[in-house]
């Protein structure tokens, strides 16, 4: 079993404070080797013009394209690394599958938002993942800073479980056309938190936004509430995200499933590559 003999790779303390915050930054983790190889595939990756791949709401900007690990042999071995794959398996406790995997591109100057939401509802409801038993696990592609749109969470905001969330009815503009399941990944979000909820929350808790340079990976659990504003910056922000899921809490919406890119059905545990 990988959970019994795996180093290792966060330690007992960070694991307490993903425990308690509901995120856990580690500057510069990833090796430099492995960063310089995704920053070489991420341009292939975004000329992927297929259902996988995502455009802002002006229509030409990249805002995201999913299943990269799927696509891309050099990214299927990083996300088989110990930092990622290993620490994920810390973090859950068990033999994990890959969820789903996306490059999000947050791109100067136009990279749009993303409203307050948490990502287990979109688990839970589109794909009936039926426990919050998975880790966002986010590799910062470029630096993060201040200024180039950051992930900004509601620290200790996993602990509320699932708020309440309103379906949005209908798909957004410029993607009347598309599948359903698009309404779950542009930037106006389909399952919303309501802002007195998140006002409360924030009033008690404060925001975080973690910022570190090109390397660092960030985890992150389901259910914290997290954003991020518009990239007015000329720095882009690109990052792959993997969202890792403990092999016994398998996907199981067979009515409607949303695509293979979106949401795995091969629950086959990933083999952790040593150093
Ligand atoms: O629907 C999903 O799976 C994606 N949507 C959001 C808003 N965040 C999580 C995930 O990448
Ligand atoms: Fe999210």
Not at 18 to 41: I, K, S, T, V
Not at 58 to 64: F, K, P
Not at 262 to 274: E, F, H, K, N
């Amino acid at each position: 079993m990988q959970a019994a003999d795996q180093l290792s790779v966060l330690g007992a303390d960070a694991v307490t404070t993903y425990r308690r915050d509901g995120y856990f930054l580690a500057p510069g983790l990833l090796p430099a080797d492995d960063l310089a190889g995704l920053r070489a595939a991420v341009s292939g990756i975004l000329a992927d013009d297929s259902p996988r791949r995502i455009m802002e709401r002006d229509g030409t900007t990249v805002r995201s394209v999913y299943g990269p690990h799927q696509t891309d042999p050099g990214v299927a071995r990083v996300c088989e690394r110990r930092e990622l794959a290993g620490a994920a398996v810390e973090l859950l406790g068990e033999s994990v599958y890959i969820h789903q995997s996306k490059i999000n591109v947050k791109a100067a100057f136009v990279g749009d938002q993303w409203e307050w939401h948490q990502d287990y509802i979109y688990w839970l409801e589109d794909d009936g993942i039926r426990e919050p038993h998975l880790v966002n696990v986010a590799v910062f592609l470029d630096e993060v800073n201040e200024f180039n749109g950051p992930l900004t969470f509601v620290p200790g905001s996993h602990d509320e479980g699932v708020l309440a969330a309103t379906d949005k009815d209908g798909l957004p503009l410029g993607y009347e056309d598309a599948p359903e399941w698009v309404s779950t990944l542009t930037a106006d979000e389909k399952h919303r938190v309501r802002h007195e909820v998140i006002a409360e929350l924030a009033g008690n808790s404060g925001l975080v936004s973690p910022k570190g340079p090109a390397g660092s990976v960030l985890f992150f659990h389901p259910n914290i509430l997290h954003a991020s504003s518009p990239n007015i910056s000329p720095f882009g922000r690109t990052t792959l995200i993997v969202v890792y899921n403990r092999i016994s809490n398998p996907a199981t919406n067979t009515t409607n499933p949303r695509p293979e890119f979106l949401a795995a059905r091969d629950v086959t545990p990933v083999v952790i590559s040593q150093p």
